[in-house]
């Protein structure tokens, strides 16, 4: 409801709006230029011009534009490498030297077996260590025994064969990678004509001299090569209009970024153009969510905390995206999409969540190469959960949240890469992985920094009212032992306060919590206050009016005491202040005036007047009505409907009268809802009962069973 004195503003009031349209200026231009520097961090993108090199992934489908015929650098290459692979190593001619030498090196070793066979004064053990060790040939004990133990006509024909053997292999070509081969032709040489074991001995001395008598000519080679790669004609290419260049999830190799800078496809975009699309996108979206806030949480978003730690938030998720999803194929699919949905949602509203998801869709979709699905993906799983969360009044409203966001965030993998064959089953089940941690990584995380910043923003969450309802709380459990009466007055106050916030589509659960305290104050002098007193002892009547309204509006000051020494936040210390506004104690205000004989002018009114606020909210709003109907209820005993919904609406009708709600946004139509509330649970409370007769002589004997015994009453035990 608008304040019903108008005016114009003071000048110090339109300084301080104009300070804090300021205030809110400069954050909201912090947010864009944050925003803007971060998306500015160097990434791949996408459009007609792109930033690609060999190995990368194509990050989508790139058409030729046109028909093109062009020469192709890398493709001749390949065909002057494989011209070059194509010519073979070029050797010298076998070296004769080499032949001589090793041949000299055989008859050298075949001249000291005769010396060794010619000794007759060694013992055989003792030539055959000698033949071992003073030989470049390598033998074992039994083939120098066979070659001492040879009769001389066969050792000679061996020399002979040896001699002509190694001689016919080395007239070939012996590379140094081919020596093995060389010997291994060695027992195909020797002459049929010997036995076997004689073979075998021809084999073993000749090997041992097979060596290399020709090795690689590398510049005559290179040469080769060159003159081969020299030959090869420059290879052309070319695409027709629409072909496929690149395809999506390949990776980039050099002749596709040949063709792609054939058609002028990577030229590196302007970096003013790039900044200048990027300040128009983040100015639609934060232009988007800023005029969302200001119209549904005007008061909210005016904070200066408030509107900080929004701009910081979006600028946080900038980053995060910058850096997960430009040019990476899994790790965009992790992001958590969800949490600030999550954070808004309850920290503001539902309707907040929603809008932060569908503004982090776009600039998902702006980022990502699959724009559309990216985009959809972080919309559509931070809207389920900002849905799911709503007032996140149970701690698993959190799990249920994830779990929603995983559901969502698959669903769209599923309709975008199920049917996508680009994409293989490790691909998909790897997605489908992603968004299940996805929703649990939001889910955890929005609850953590909602801890962090409820506390900072000073915003009481669902989870802290749950907390703060319990009996158990110290604060309550005072108010229980000093002010029972008190306590009772809290709880009535509490239900129907609760129900007429839920009919006019206020916050049901703080409108409770601060009904529950409201009064909390009375629990430092309970005595003076009629619920916690005996029935024809009231102490009020021994004092004069001034003294007795000062302890009553003391309450609370009392109570915002309490509230300060037992941290209640600051939303539930509001119902503190404003549930009396700054109304009179008209009792003992309209006694002070008998007692001056009448004439008010001797009354000083702010000794009667409570020193709080009218109420700012709606909560408040109703708790001040709720606990102004209760009171009235208790003092005159309504005995059916229609005194019930006169006395409501003689309640709405005095404070608005009173100027109490003026600063609330209470409609006429929101005080014909909370008069209905508060009329159907006042009916609730005060139903009529059954009036039971006094129990007669024969109610009261006992009552005699077939046997004889008597039956305890009911009520014995």
Same mark, same amino acid.
């Given at each position: 409801?608008? =304040? ?56 989508? =489908? ?303 979709? /702006? ?171 009231? $102490? ?107 006395? $409501? ?35 609730? /409370? ?32």
């Amino acid at each position: 409801m608008e =304040d019903p004195s108008g005016g114009r503003p003071s000048i110090g009031e339109r300084i301080k709006l104009a300070w804090q349209a300021t205030r809110l200026g400069l954050i909201f231009a912090l947010g864009l230029i944050g925003t803007v520097l971060v998306l500015s961090i160097p990434q791949a993108q996408n459009g007609s011009t792109f930033i690609l090199e060999p190995g990368d992934v194509a990050p989508q =489908d790139i058409l030729a534009p046109y028909r093109l015929d062009f020469p192709s650098e890398v493709l001749t290459e390949i065909a002057r490498e494989e011209a070059a692979e194509a010519v073979t190593d070029l050797y010298d001619p076998p070296d004769s030297n080499v032949a001589r030498q090793q041949l000299e090196s055989l008859r050298e070793v075949l001249n000291y077996i005769d010396s060794i066979r010619a000794d007759q004064l060694s013992t055989s053990k003792e030539l055959i260590e000698d033949l071992i060790k003073n030989i470049k040939v390598p033998l074992d004990t039994e083939v120098a025994q066979a070659i001492l133990e040879l009769p001389d006509p066969r050792w000679e024909a061996i020399k002979l064969e040896s001699t002509s053997v190694l001689e016919q292999v080395m007239r070939n070509e012996i590379r140094e990678d081919r020596v093995n081969e060389a010997r291994r032709s060695v027992p195909t040489l020797v002459s049929i004509a010997l036995p076997v074991d004689q073979v075998q001995l021809v084999s073993h001395l000749v090997t041992a001299f097979v060596a290399p008598n020709t090795w690689l000519n590398q510049s005559a080679t290179e040469e080769a090569k060159n003159n081969a790669r020299q030959s090869v004609e420059l290879v052309r290419t070319s695409y027709a209009a629409g072909e496929t260049i690149v395809r999506v999830g390949s990776r980039i190799t050099p002749l596709e970024i040949e063709a792609l800078e054939a058609y002028n496809l990577l030229k590196p975009p302007e970096p003013w153009q790039r900044i200048a699309i990027q300040v128009l996108l983040v100015t639609l979206l934060a232009s988007t969510i800023a005029l969302y806030a200001y119209r549904i949480h005007p008061n909210e978003i005016k904070k200066t905390r408030h509107a900080l730690t929004l701009s910081i938030m979006f600028i946080i998720v900038a980053l995060n995206m910058q850096l997960m999803i430009p040019g990476r194929a899994v790790l965009p699919y992790l992001f958590p999409t969800a949490t600030l949905p999550i954070l808004l949602a309850v920290l503001f509203s539902p309707g907040m969540g929603i809008m932060s998801a569908l503004v982090s869709g776009a600039l998902a979709g /702006f980022l990502a190469p699959r724009g559309l699905e990216l985009g959809l993906y972080t919309a559509l799983s931070g809207t389920i959960a900002a849905l799911i969360i709503g007032r996140a009044e149970r701690l698993s409203s959190f799990f249920w949240a994830g779990i929603g966001t995983s559901i969502s965030a698959a669903m769209v993998i599923v309709i975008f890469r199920f049917p996508d064959p680009a994409t293989d089953l490790l691909g998909k089940a790897t997605l489908m992985g992603a968004a299940i941690i996805n929703g649990l990584l939001s889910a955890s995380l929005g609850f953590g920094l909602l801890l962090l910043t409820s506390n900072f923003l000073g915003i009481t969450t669902s989870l802290q009212l749950i907390e703060l309802s319990r009996p158990d709380h110290p604060l309550l459990q005072l108010l229980l032992q000093n002010a029972p009466g008190t306590y009772q007055h809290s709880l009535q106050v509490a239900n129907l306060a609760e129900q007429a916030a839920r009919a006019i589509d206020a916050n049901p659960l703080l409108t409770r919590v601060g009904a529950l305290y409201h009064d909390v104050g009375k629990a430092l002098r309970p005595q003076f206050f009629i619920e916690n007193q005996v029935p024809g002892q009231n $102490v009020h009547e021994q004092l004069d009016p001034t003294t007795s309204a000062s302890i009553i509006i003391s309450h609370v000051d009392d109570g915002l005491e309490l509230a300060n020494k037992y941290h209640l936040p600051d939303s539930i210390q509001a119902f503190i202040k404003e549930h009396h506004g700054n109304q009179k104690v008209r009792y003992q205000y309209h006694a002070a005036i008998e007692a001056a004989g009448g004439d008010k002018n001797l009354v000083n009114t702010d000794d009667f007047t409570y020193h709080g606020s009218t109420p700012l909210t709606r909560e408040t709003a109703v708790l001040m009505l709720a606990d102004g109907v209760e009171a009235k209820v208790r003092a005159d005993k309504p005995q059916n409907r229609e005194e019930i919904d006169k006395l $409501v609406r003689w309640v709405i009708a005095d404070r608005l009268s009173n100027g109490q709600l003026a600063r609330t946004e209470l409609t006429l139509k929101d005080l014909d809802s909370i008069r209905s509330s508060f009329t159907r649970t006042l009916r609730n /409370f005060y139903h009529p009962r059954l009036q039971y007769p006094e129990p007669g002589e024969e109610d009261t004997s006992p009552i005699q069973d077939p046997q004889g015994s008597t039956a305890s009453s009911p009520n014995s035990s």
